[in-house]
């Protein structure tokens, strides 16, 4: 049986790479035993350490910053732009080396979410950096709470 490659956020998989060393574990996900999981954590490719200070997109949402319209701060005032585009552009690689067809993204996250990431400490309608890329370029996305 051929079993079909997807991308997921490292913390669903119980890696601690949030942004706080904490994962968001989803162990019902690590069921299927259909699908090969290969954990990425887009911050982490792009060459945040782990703990690091939160960070939000100041406007707009991930599409925006692919444009560069706007910014990804990190709570301590710092930009942190171009270690989220680096690593978005290192999670398309991912996906493209490993012929992975779908991608499992943590909802809230400003490199991950799909439908909703922070701002100001609250949840706003938006994709973050890597969701925003993966999905200009066709890879079939699924956002977990």
């Known amino acids: 049986m051929n079993k079909r490659v997807c991308i997921i956020s490292a913390c669903l998989v119980g890696l601690e790479t949030r942004y706080d060393g904490t994962d968001e574990l989803r162990e019902e996900l690590l069921r299927d035993g259909a699908t090969i999981y290969i954990p990425i954590c887009p911050e982490q490719l792009g060459g945040l350490p782990t703990p690091r200070p939160g960070a939000e997109i100041e406007r707009g949402d991930g599409r925006d910053v692919l444009e560069g319209d706007a910014r990804v701060l990190a709570e301590d005032g710092s930009d942190v732009t171009a270690s989220f585009l680096r690593g978005a552009k290192e999670v398309l690689r991912v996906v493209r080396l490993t012929g992975a067809g779908k991608a499992l993204l943590k909802e809230g996250s400003p490199s991950c979410g799909l439908n909703r990431i922070k701002r100001a400490g609250m949840d706003v309608?938006?994709?973050?950096?890597?969701?925003?890329?993966?999905?200009s370029s066709g890879i079939e996305l699924e956002g977990i709470e």
Not at 125 to 135: I, P, Q
Request: no cysteine; proline share 0%.
């Open 125 to 135: 309608s938006g994709m973050g950096v890597t969701a925003a890329l993966l999905a």
